[in-house]
Nanobody, 124 residues
Framework: QVQLVESGGELVQAGGSLKLSCTASGRTVSGYNMGWFRQAPGKEREFVAAIRWIGDIIYSADSVKGRFTISRDNAKNTLYLQMDSLKPEDTAVYYC?????????????????WGQGTQVTVSS
């Protein structure tokens, strides 16, 4: 089993930056694809960004390209999401997830393990 815990979410003004972290425990996640998803009130959970298990390919939603950067440190069993130029529409609960290396990194239902989420609120 893999346990994931997100941190770093908070209230920030539009144009600001935040860095989210997701720390894994239970087993190493170096062999897993890792991703970030988000869910705004009244909306479905959506893909934000993902990184393959060996870190060679990164996927990002069009809405965050050029603003958000996903990275991982397998030695620390940690996933990151650097968020810059934040907009009010980025307001959501952000979840990290781990899926098998053969899964589709952008597909929500291919992920097996999920964190509890961290709230990001961007004020205008």
């Amino acid at each position: 089993q893999v346990q994931l815990v997100e941190s770093g979410g908070e209230l920030v003004q539009a144009g600001g930056s935040l860095k989210l972290s997701c720390t894994a425990s239970g087993r190493t996640v170096s062999g897993y694809n890792m991703g970030w998803f988000r869910q705004a009130p009244g909306k479905e959970r959506e893909f934000v960004a993902a990184i393959r298990w060996i870190g060679d390919i990164i996927y990002s939603a069009d809405s965050v390209k050029g603003r958000f950067t996903i990275s991982r440190d397998n030695a620390k069993n940690t996933l990151y999401l650097q968020m810059d130029s934040l907009k009010p529409e980025d307001t959501a609960v952000y979840y990290c997830a781990a899926g098998s290396r053969t899964s589709d990194p952008a597909r929500l239902y291919d992920y097996s393990y999920w964190g509890q989420g961290t709230q990001v609120t961007v004020s205008s």
